[in-house]
């Protein structure tokens, strides 16, 4: 840098040391400078801004980070208090998912789910119980979370565990083709009722049952009955089972009056639990269905949604019933009395 300051300035006489010095510093000062501000522009594209996942122990946000290591802290004002309103919880993410879904399902006047009364709902002593859980960052208790199971019908693996997407699946798991056996291994004077759906898998019926235990909590059975006349030997003795199920539901008063129809894609879907059950009541109805179903004899009646599958599905039923009713229907019956907690009375 001296010689290029002498180049241009020569070494005229009269030129003191210092004024060459000042020069060289000047000249030094500049060359630095752009040097720097290249740098950092080159540095700069390699920069990643961290969200709140990569904020590590008491850091405020706003860090950014080169090649794993913190160079710089923005928004430093906010502390770590501020910073934990900001964090979403996996419970507060699930929570709003399933705020939705209940929403998106409301029938006719039914009441909208909001923060308060889903409060009210789980019987908490107050809105900002419930919040705390929503806005601080904090995750609720496994007690908590249960009573989400308990009175939405959420499945348990879903709200509490975090695992699975789907929020409504089932939290029984159902073995066998025998509807009888809901009836045989329930504690039956908890629910409010039965609702049977006629919905469509592969373009063939199907019934699915869903048990309902209060106007907010629905509980679909992780199963599908078959509903319609080409069948085997054995599919025969499942329709005959169907059968024998809604005439003892309806017997013990645990029937809802109507049945709803539904396509393939609610079929899956309630069947999944990827919606509430309770999206039955926005389905087609068939009215009386228990009288067409249950009046073997009768065929003088409105098809509706059966068309004439139903006339060979009665016909099976009355060439068996008899046969299957004879082997099970008292220690059936014996059964469903002690699940209601009548157990003398058959």
């Known amino acids: ?46 920069i990643n801004i961290t969200g709140d996942n990569n904020v590590v122990g008491d850091t405020n946000i706003g860090r950014v980070i080169i090649q794993g290591n913190f160079i710089a802290e923005q928004n430093a004002e906010l502390n770590c208090e501020e910073h934990k309103k900001y964090k979403r919880t996996w419970f507060s993410e699930r929570f709003d998912t399933f705020q939705n879904l209940m929403n998106n399902t409301r029938v006719f006047a039914e009441k909208e789910y909001t923060t308060e009364y889903i409060s009210f709902l789980l019987g908490l002593s107050g809105v900002e119980e419930l919040k705390r859980f929503l806005d601080d960052g904090e995750e609720p208790d496994d007690l908590f979370k249960k009573k989400f199971v308990d009175i939405f019908g959420l499945n348990e693996e879903w709200i509490m565990f975090n695992r699975g997407e789907c929020p409504f699946a089932s939290n029984q798991r159902f073995y066998g083709d025998d509807p009888m056996d809901i ?25 699915i049952i869903v048990k309902k235990y209060s106007e907010v909590h629905y509980e679909v059975i992780a199963k599908e009955f078959i509903f319609y006349p080409e069948v085997g030997r054995h599919g025969e003795s499942m329709l005959v089972n169907l059968y024998r199920f809604v005439r003892e539901t309806e017997r013990i008063n645990k029937l809802f009056p109507s049945v709803y129809v539904a396509n393939e894609k609610e079929t899956m879907n309630i069947l999944k639990g990827t919606v509430p059950a309770k999206i039955v009541f926005r389905f087609p ?8 179903f249950l009046d073997l004899n009768n065929e003088d009646y409105d098809l509706n949604h059966l068309d004439k599958d139903i006339i060979q599905i009665k016909k099976i039923i009355r060439e068996r019933i008899s046969e299957i009713d004879n082997i099970n229907q008292t220690s059936d019956r014996r059964m469903i009395m002690k699940n209601l907690g009548q157990d003398n009375e058959i």
């Open 1 to 46: 840098m001296d010689k290029f300051v002498k180049w241009i300035f020569g070494d005229k006489e009269g030129l003191s040391r210092e004024v060459v010095k000042a020069f060289t510093g000047f000249f030094k000062f500049l060359f630095l400078k752009k040097f720097k501000n290249e740098s950092l522009e080159r540095t700069n594209s390699s």
């Open 285 to 292: 109805v068939i009215r009386n269905f228990e009288s067409i």
């Open 183 to 207: 009836l045989r291994n329930n504690t039956l004077n908890n629910i409010d009722s039965f609702i049977m759906i006629i919905g469509k898998i592969e373009g063939k019926r199907y019934a």
